[in-house]
């Protein structure tokens, strides 16, 4: 999940092209490949695959127009995703990392410096709190869970997650690779309650867990070492990141970078699955997520264009 608010636009329009179409498809999709629903039986998730109309009915505006969360959420939480009874978290020891888990954490460390040259982070005890005590529920959950990748890696890794609040009021969450994970303030002025904070963070986790970021890289083998950090910063944050880096992203260079950072929609589907497997054993409800990223998409609808 990324939200950005600069112009920079060869990267930010291939960054961005999946984030700009409706969330809520992504979870019409998963209902209908679970068996749940039928794009051919149910008109509100072709309507929302073509872009022939508004997803009006989940304003409550009634069945005619579309369908409601009342409906829909039932329908979700049939056929494999339904919530289960939360499961005792243990923290399991983590197993011996690898060279390759190491550089990966490595990376991820680079990376996170050069974030905390840019940002204030949130020090409020109540927040800090609420993010690690929901971050830490999952993560334990994570790595206890294993998880089919259908992008990436499956996992579990065998990462130690950390979580911080970034001051900003862009409604935002990211995660850097070796399990570091970043949420914005203003998405914890959005969310409703800890189901839907849960869900978000939980998307995030899956990020790490099954690697995307490190496949992304590996999927571009033309683009050199020396611009792998530039690279995701740009795809995270949607800027290069300091003064240092202000060269390296040139010409057709800025297109490799952008085809290199941007999650693509296979890894975003990959997340969102991966997420719903988390939430269900946990203690926090899946349709959270669901709910979440309606609004934002119903947000999104009514900005002008």
Not at 101 to 123: N, P
Not at 275 to 291: D, F, T
Request: glycine residues 8%; hydrophobic residues 45%; aromatic residues 8%.
């Amino acid at each position: 999940m990324t939200s950005f608010a600069v112009g920079f636009n060869p990267v930010v329009e291939a960054v961005q092209r999946f984030y700009y179409t409706p969330l809520l498809t992504r979870f019409l999709l998963l209902g209908r490949d679970l068996g749940v629903l039928s794009d051919t039986f149910h008109p509100v998730l072709a309507y929302n695959i073509t872009g022939a109309t508004p997803m009006q009915g989940l304003r409550h505006t009634g069945i005619g127009k579309g369908i409601s969360l009342l409906i829909l959420i039932p329908l979700l939480m049939l056929g494999g995703v339904c919530q289960q009874a939360p499961q005792e978290v243990v923290p399991p020891k983590l197993p011996e990392q690898t060279e390759r888990d190491r550089q990966e954490v490595e990376l991820g460390k680079k990376i996170v410096a050069e974030i905390e040259k840019q940002y204030k982070f949130v020090t409020d005890p109540e927040l800090v709190e609420r993010v690690n005590r929901i971050g830490q529920t999952l993560a334990v959950i994570a790595r206890q869970t294993h998880t089919e990748a259908h992008w990436g890696e499956p996992g579990p890794a065998p990462f130690e997650y950390t979580f911080r609040i970034i001051d900003e009021k862009d409604v935002n969450a990211f995660s850097v690779p070796g399990g570091f994970i970043f949420i914005n303030r203003g998405l914890l002025d959005v969310v409703s309650g800890d189901d839907e904070l849960a869900g978000v963070i939980a998307h995030e986790i899956a990020h790490a867990d099954h690697r995307h970021v490190m496949a992304l890289i590996r999927a571009d083998n033309k683009v050199q070492q020396s611009v792998l950090l530039p690279a995701i910063l740009v795809g995270l944050l949607g800027r290069l990141p300091s003064d240092d880096f202000m060269n390296v992203a040139l010409g057709a260079q800025l297109y490799r970078i952008a085809k290199v950072s941007a999650f693509s929609q296979e890894a975003e589907t990959d997340a969102d699955l991966t997420a719903l497997e988390y939430l269900r054993r946990s203690p926090y409800n899946p349709v959270g997520l669901l709910v979440f990223m309606e609004r934002l998409a119903s947000e999104e609808r009514r900005r002008p264009q």
